[in-house]
């Protein structure tokens, strides 16, 4: 099965494109080939891009509030566990701390090295990484894979607080939809979203076989999803069949 996410807000979409950056980078600083390594650093760089909105370590630590609170609503409650509760809450708890610790937005003590910094400043240039151009930064890509690791690891270590902050509010918003199967009648699927309820982010489950692609789109009063199949001449033409899928609203 194929997951399609949709959020409903520019914060979670801001969330989940960070977490699939902070996700590359991990697979990617594991590796041993400089090429590897290059991306890596490039990956360090986009994610300092989009950790330098202004609002967004403010945004992450009162969702880390919020999520606190409404955990410490169901203390007394005998269907849920205290010892489960209190472990969650302590994992916001030094996720919180760690972020609120940070000076400054993600990745700032890194916009002090000068050699990053004339890495970021050509990085985005179409083959502006040259030997000719970047010498030092030539001679870091033939350095051993272990030292470019360490290097890394430590560059990306100071993005640890919000990566951690991330994966953790995005695994409890995801903890709270119910996955429901819904049929797309001749390819069209519509739902009307209950009212004093806000739901930030759409998940969606598609059997690859059926070579179906979701077009979602929604607000906070309708969802709407239109299966697309892509065709030979490579655009995406509507499905005119009946085909299911599971649907999860996350609140």
Known sequence: MILYEYPFNERIR???RLEQLFRRLGELVLRDAALDHHFALATIFEIMDV?????LKSDVLKDLEKQ????????????????????????IDADFAALNGQPGKAGQSLTENEWLMSIRSRIGIPGGTCGFDLPAYYAWQHADPAK????????????????ESIFLLLKMLRDSGTPQKVVAERGQFQQTLPQGRTFQLLRLRLNPAWGLIPEISGNRLLVSV?????????RLHACGEDAN?????CA
């Not at 606190?68 to 994992?91: F, H, M």
């Not at 697309?228 to 490579?234: N, Y």
Request: glycine share 10%; hydrophobic share 40%.
């Open 226 to 234: 239109r299966l697309m199949r892509q065709e030979a001449d490579g």
């Open 245 to 249: 899928f599971e649907l999860a609203l």
């Open 51 to 55: 950790a330098a909105r202004a609002d």
């Open 148 to 163: 470019r690791r360490d290097d890394l690891q430590g560059w990306a270590g100071t993005l640890g607080p919000l990566a």
């Open 68 to 91: 606190k609170a409404a955990l410490n609503s169901y203390r007394g409650n005998p269907s849920i566990s205290e010892q489960i509760l209190d472990g969650v809450i302590a994992q």
């Open 14 to 16: 801001t969330y989940l």
